[in-house]
């Protein structure tokens, strides 16, 4: 991955309330930085929040079929397991 530094840039318009667009420069006041700069991060933020998200459904979705197949197994195997043991008299 580029460095921040080094990444082609683009330009983009958006609309929003006046209250946001007010919260947003106090926000990029009090912590130093261009509200660009602020704005970016945010966006940067919820994308990856987003992607955990799909990579923990996807991941989610792989666990609960290898516990089908792991059931399936335990199903064809069931009755092996006693098989080598000694026979107990009771």
Do not use: H, K, N, T
């Given at each position: 991955m580029p460095s921040v530094l080094h990444q082609e840039k683009v330009r983009i318009n958006i609309q929003l309330p006046i209250d946001i667009k007010e919260r947003l420069n106090q926000a990029?006041?009090?912590q130093g930085k261009k509200v660009s700069s602020l704005v970016r991060e945010s966006?940067?933020?919820k994308l990856d929040r987003?992607?955990?998200k799909v990579f923990s459904e996807r991941m989610k979705v792989a666990y609960?079929?290898?516990s089908e197949e792991s059931i399936s197994?335990?199903?064809d195997f069931k009755f092996?397991?006693?098989e080598n043991?000694?026979?107990v008299s009771l």
């Open positions: 990029s006041y009090r966006i940067e933020e987003l992607d955990q609960q079929g290898l197994i335990c199903e092996s397991d006693a043991l000694p026979e």
